[in-house]
T-cell receptor, first 116, second 113 residues
């Protein structure tokens, strides 16, 4: 079946512009995660969704970052007034369920964001 | 807070050489531990995992043993191949967490024929 997909694959924007990044999780996966991969910082957790709600937003770096998920499926990560330090690869992952036992997180190919 | 430290790369080996990538962690509770791999141009994939002390995860010839006493989860392979060239990430999921992963910074492995 289809894996996690993300769009766009690449995004170049000018400083100060807003951007939206999209994630389509694997069908039926109730948990969805956003991570950021940048030079020097490695892979950082941003936000987690269970269904449409986000019980953990602790990784969002500033109030310029927000995310939503609709219909328990597609999620969008929005970055307002982008800064050069926002340049990174944004990764989305989904998993079937969460709970006391681990359920594998399946990662998408990422969106490479470049802020000029 | 929870954290993962893994050896800095890049690591360059000849084909059939022995591989070790060191990983240590700091965590409260009893985290599950993972190795993820990112092949060139591809997304992150789970390589192996261990969910409790003394468990050994293994896959594709790679192994890692969960050592609580040394808080380590070193990745090993007895004979690497060119196709193993990739970036390897050690990660943990805290047992009481909501499931997000905490990653090390990654180690780039290049295997030469």
């Amino acid at each position: 079946g289809a894996g996690v997909s993300q769009s766009p694959s690449n995004k170049v924007t000018e400083k100060g512009k807003d951007v939206e990044l999209r994630c389509d999780p694997i069908s039926g996966h109730t948990a969805l995660y956003w991570y950021r991969q940048s030079l020097g910082q490695g892979l950082e957790f941003l936000i987690y969704f269970q269904g449409n709600s986000a019980p953990d937003k602790s990784g969002l770096p500033s109030d310029r970052f927000s995310a939503e998920r609709t219909g328990g499926s597609v999620s969008t990560l929005t970055i307002q007034r982008t800064q050069q330090e926002d340049s990174a690869v944004y990764l989305c992952a989904s998993s079937l369920v969460r709970g006391s036992s681990y359920n594998e997180q399946f990662f998408g190919p990422g969106t490479r964001l470049t802020v000029l | 807070g929870n954290s993962v430290t893994q050896m800095e790369g890049p690591v360059t080996l000849s084909e059939e050489a022995f591989l070790t990538i060191n990983c240590t962690y700091t965590a409260t509770g009893y985290p599950s531990l993972f190795w993820y791999v990112q092949y060139p141009g591809e997304g992150l994939q789970l390589l192996l995992k261990a969910t409790k002390a003394d468990d050994k995860g293994s896959n594709k010839g790679f192994e890692a043993t969960y050592r609580k006493e040394t808080t380590s989860f070193h990745l090993e392979k007895g004979s690497v191949q060119v196709s193993d060239s990739a970036v390897y990430f050690c990660a943990l999921r805290d047992g009481g967490s909501q499931g997000n992963l905490i990653f090390g910074k990654g180690t780039k492995l290049s295997v030469k024929p």
